[in-house]
């Protein structure tokens, strides 16, 4: 009886004697709307309960009320920039096991670029594209969409239209849809953007002309853009418009040679100069410094 009592103590000896801290690793980038899991990696223990804390305080660990198993399962907007360990006993020991931080994937909204050419114009009265016929400009979806692009038309697809740049060259409305590489499945979609025919234009011929008569400068500029015209050109009015085809600024003018547009107020950046005359419409494109 005092043999089998010994043997019994040795072994439940050598079994604390070998238990050790548990190791845990699990998924630590979530993508939108996704779960993760950690899970204690090195063998098994009595008891478990996990706990966690946001990374960025100093508030001490809190137990996961449920969490007493020996993985655990979160979700992408409750744990994000969490840190989880798991505590274990084994037998009468107990053991804290190291730490892992959760994060999940953020990134900007779904913005489109579109180029302004002699070609096309904005709309004032309503903000829409004006295209002259047989003309075209590229819309570009920006980074980081770069996965399941999809252009459309009207609400259709466009057949084979899946790559960031699109040529749109008829009216209609467009907008593409995409997510990032790392998180395929997070679908957005951009705002449409409407196309009419501009029956008025002229293609090549007063448009290109103009601008090619049109200077201004300096380029880039700091807060006044100076324009030069050509003798007898006046200028009745100009609209300023970014790099994602955004209206921010028209206004009504009698300029000729020798005048000013004050352009302190906007950010750094690329944008297009609308310039209508009395002959046609020149477009010039600037950079803010």
Do not use: R
Not at 86 to 112: K, P
Request: charged fraction near 10%; aromatic fraction near 12%; proline fraction near 5%.
């Amino acid at each position: 009886m005092k043999k089998a009592l010994l043997i019994l103590l040795f072994v439940n000896g050598l079994g604390q004697a070998f238990a050790q801290s548990p190791v845990i690793e699990g998924d630590t980038m979530l993508c939108p709307y996704t779960n993760g899991t950690a899970a204690v990696t090195n063998g098994t223990y009595d008891t478990y309960q996990w706990y966690s804390k946001y990374w960025f305080t100093s508030d001490p660990y809190q137990p996961i009320t449920g969490a007493t198993e020996a993985s655990f399962t979160y979700d992408w907007y409750t744990y994000d920039q969490s840190l989880f360990k798991v505590v274990v006993t084994s037998g009468t020991q107990t053991f804290e096991s190291n730490s892992i931080q959760i994060d999940s994937y953020a990134w900007s909204s779904l913005i489109v670029s579109t180029e302004m050419n002699e070609f096309v114009s904005t709309n004032m009265s309503n903000g829409n594209f004006m295209l002259c016929p047989g003309g075209s400009f590229n819309s570009t979806l920006g980074s980081p969409y770069t996965a399941n692009i999809q252009w459309y038309k009207d609400d259709v697809a466009i057949p084979g239209a899946t790559m960031p740049t699109y040529s749109i060259s008829e009216p209609g409305t467009y907008y593409v849809e995409g997510a990032p590489e790392f998180c395929p499945d997070s679908m957005s979609q951009g705002m449409p953007l409407v196309v009419e025919t501009n029956a008025d234009c002229n293609l090549g011929t007063n448009d290109s002309a103009l601008a090619k008569s049109t200077l201004i400068y300096p380029n880039p500029v700091a807060n006044s853009l100076h324009l030069t015209l050509p003798a007898g050109l006046i200028i009745s009015s100009y609209s300023i418009i970014n790099s994602s085809g955004q209206l921010l600024q028209t206004k009504k003018v009698n300029f000729t040679d020798g005048n000013t547009i004050d352009v302190s107020a906007l950010s750094g950046g690329l944008y297009v100069l609308q310039l209508e005359s009395n002959t046609g419409v020149a477009i010039q494109k600037f950079s803010k410094k």
